[in-house]
């Protein structure tokens, strides 16, 4: 599968957009209450350790690789 990084970039960007603070400057993370709706749904193990990574779970890769292919993928 071939994915539209323009497509990648702009969600990105708009994730980013939502850590929005100080007018101009947003978190390299992912905000917390995202973190928490996504181990909330199965998605990803607990996301409350002090590591700065997240362990996906089978679902959260099933789903991660089926919106992809869905939302960011090009048209042949």
Known sequence: ?????DKIDDAALAILSLTLHYGTQVWKGVDWDITNRLHD???????RRKA???TLTQAG???ARAV???EFGKSP
């Open 1 to 5: 599968m071939t994915l539209d990084t």
């Open 41 to 47: 749904k199965g998605l990803i193990e607990d996301p």
């Open 52 to 54: 700065k990574s997240l």
């Open 61 to 63: 890769i099933e789903r």
């Open 68 to 70: 992809l292919a869905q």
